[in-house]
Structures are given as structure tokens and as C-alpha cells.
């Protein structure tokens, strides 16, 4: 039995139990369905929990697919595939934008793979250009290159009179760039002419 308050605000105290008791509630079914995402539980699931890949958007069990009735391409990251949430969930500890140093106990090496590194990665910002479940982009990217890209650096800054590809839209930028780092300036893929350096730039 609940007791009374002296302000007489049982009504608060029946709320906040019901309450309580639909979030264990959801919990519990979260927990029962695993972590694969269907149609049916993806709502439930991206309540409760941030990141939750759209199957409809992703090109998931059950997504409409791409344009045209085609399938959507869908990378996903191997230990959500094998339902491994404890590889990176296994504490309270919950990866964002700027903190995902949980991708380093398996990407390790990343950090040091080429002699100009891009800041993102020194920085452990992997979340800012990769999703962690699934992504209808190639290398887990959370968007097309080009969007993810621009987080960071804007059309504005881009040099587009020594390097017309930066003004076209139809252009992806790991076409001539590496996203992790490169033994060139600008870090340029091996084979892509680079522009002459302005005198600010030397």
C-alpha cells in the first residue's frame, strides 16, 4: 500500500511506479528480442537507445530497398552482426561523436597506419564519419562521402579554381582522398595528380 504524503500527492507516487514499471517492462523486451533490428522492433528499440539503425533505411530485413525496387547495399559491422553487443556495450560506457576510444581495442593500428594522419582519426572521432551497427554506405560511413565530409570542411573552404572536382556534387571525396590518412599531401591516394601548393600552403 502506498502511503499517503503529507501534500496528499498519492496520484504522483502511482505515476512514477507505472512509469517505472513500463520502462523494466521495455527493458525486458529489449533485452528478449536481442539486438537485431527488424521492422517490428525498431521503434521500441531507437526509444530507448541512441544509434539504432532504420532497417527501412538501411536496406535491412524487410526495407523497401533502393530506387527502383533494387536492394540497398548494407555493410554491418561484424560484432553487431553476430550479436555481440558486450564487445562494446559491455559497461555502462556508451560510445559517442568524440569519445569512441572502444573502437581502438579492435582498430587499434588505425591510428598509426600512415605517416599523415587525418585529425578525426588521431583524435578517436571515429563516430563522426562511421556507424557502429550498419550502414548503407561503404566503410560503415554514415552518409555519402561527400556529406560526411563536409561535416568539417565546407564547400567554402574548398579550393575549386586548381580542383573543379571540388565543385561537383556528382564527385565523391575518397575518389582522390584517403579518409584515414596518406603518404601524400592532402592525403591523396597514390596515382591522383595534386595540385600546385599556394603560397600559404608551402
Not at 568539417?152 to 556534387?169: I, K
Request: proline share 9%; aromatic share 4%.
Amino acid at each position: 500500500m502506498i502511503k499517503r504524503p503529507e501534500n496528499g500527492c498519492t496520484h504522483d507516487l502511482r505515476a512514477a511506479t507505472r512509469l517505472r514499471a513500463i520502462i523494466l517492462s521495455c527493458i525486458i523486451a529489449a533485452i528478449a528480442i536481442g539486438c537485431s533490428v527488424t521492422p517490428r522492433n525498431y521503434k521500441t528499440l531507437s526509444f530507448f537507445f541512441d544509434g539504432v539503425p532504420d532497417p527501412a533505411v538501411s536496406g535491412g530485413p524487410g526495407a523497401a530497398g533502393g530506387s527502383g525496387g533494387k536492394p540497398t547495399f548494407v555493410v554491418t559491422h561484424k560484432p553487431f552482426a553476430d550479436e555481440h553487443c558486450d564487445a562494446c556495450h559491455r559497461t555502462k560506457y556508451r560510445p559517442t561523436k568524440n569519445d569512441a576510444t572502444i573502437c581502438l581495442e579492435c582498430h587499434a593500428a588505425v591510428q598509426t597506419q600512415y605517416p599523415k594522419m587525418h585529425g578525426a582519426v588521431i583524435a578517436t572521432a571515429c563516430l563522426w564519419c562511421h556507424n557502429p551497427h550498419e550502414s548503407s554506405h561503404p566503410a560503415l560511413l554514415r552518409n555519402s562521402d561527400r556529406k560526411v565530409c563536409s561535416q568539417c570542411h565546407t564547400v567554402a573552404m574548398l579550393e575549386s579554381t586548381r580542383v573543379p572536382a571540388h565543385a561537383d556534387p556528382a564527385r565523391g571525396c575518397v575518389e582522390c582522398h584517403s579518409g584515414h590518412g596518406s603518404t601524400l599531401p592532402f592525403m591523396l591516394k597514390p596515382g591522383v595528380a595534386s595540385p600546385t601548393p599556394t603560397p600559404e600552403q608551402k
